[in-house]
């Protein structure tokens, strides 16, 4: 019993701790919580990649099209799918010129966008995954920040897109939490990760360093640890809003954050020789 209240407490007195040393990081810089208005508006490739995605590709599509932005294409990647994903894609591009539509072998998502990127004209890229749909605001709201050299990269506030049952009402809740933290991590420095669901990258980063990492399961967390180790920054706009389906059952939330952690493990360990050679 003294041990579940020792357990209890201590627990507890990291979480307040945490949550306190978390509030103070943004009031002392609440200054940078609003978005920098932007002087100019370069060109955006919106990159879209997709496997099977044939349930949701065209409202992916068509919240990319509504964007509120003047100078931007939408290149939507067919990963080597099985179902009628392409087929959806292509026939959209036939009636808008902004949106083009690819098909080829499958090869994962990270080889997916750095085929797109190959095939892109825009100063800035920004990815949006293909189960996901994008505020019509957003994009305006982000790219003010990547007029600063020193920023690479800006992430989106992500919600959970209309949950259905428990499990999806409690991640809702969780990214809630998520938007407030990756503020405050911006606030730092210390963002790790740049979601696929509309993240806005400079395009002269993956000139000088590389494309995503096709051999890591989550590529955004590579590329975001990989902008960290070349002292670049990456920013957040928490009210630029991005609605993201979120796993069903347990299983499939399992293999997410599986997926997450052990992409996450791998670049620290690439990373630690590098930093402590």
Not at 201 to 225: C, Q, S, V
Request: net charge positive.
């Amino acid at each position: 019993m003294l041990f579940r209240y020792a357990l209890l407490y201590t627990v507890s007195f990291i979480g307040i701790f945490l949550a306190i040393f978390l509030l103070f990081s943004l009031l002392d810089k609440r200054y940078r919580i609003r978005n920098p208005k932007p002087t100019h508006f370069p060109f955006v490739s919106v990159i879209i990649p997709a496997y099977n995605e044939q349930e949701n590709i065209r409202k992916t599509i068509e919240s990319a099209q509504k964007l509120d932005y003047p100078n931007l294409e939408i290149l939507v990647i067919d990963d080597g799918s099985t179902d009628g994903t392409y087929k959806i894609a292509a026939k959209i591009a036939s009636v808008d010129r902004r949106v083009k539509a690819f098909t080829k072998e499958n090869g994962g998502k990270a080889s997916a966008i750095n085929y797109a990127i190959k095939k892109s004209k825009g100063e800035l890229i920004a990815t949006l995954d293909a189960d996901s749909f994008v505020s019509r605001d957003a994009l305006m709201k982000m790219v003010g920040y990547l007029e600063d050299p020193q920023v690479a990269a800006v992430t989106p506030s992500m919600k959970v897109y209309r949950p259905g049952n428990a499990l999806q009402k409690i991640q809702q809740i969780e990214y809630l939490f998520g938007i407030l933290y990756r503020k405050i991590f911006a606030l730092k420095n210390m963002i790790h990760v740049t979601p696929g669901p509309f993240s806005v990258y400079k395009r002269l980063f993956f000139e000088k360093h590389g494309g995503f990492d096709e051999d890591n399961p989550t590529e955004d967390t590579e590329i975001a640890l990989r902008m960290q180790t070349h002292h670049y920054r990456i920013e957040n706009s928490i009210d630029a809003v991005v609605y993201t389906v979120s796993p069903k059952t347990f299983k499939e939330l399992t293999i997410q954050r599986t997926r997450w952690y052990y992409g996450l493990i791998k670049k620290a360990c690439a990373i630690l020789p590098y930093q402590y050679p």
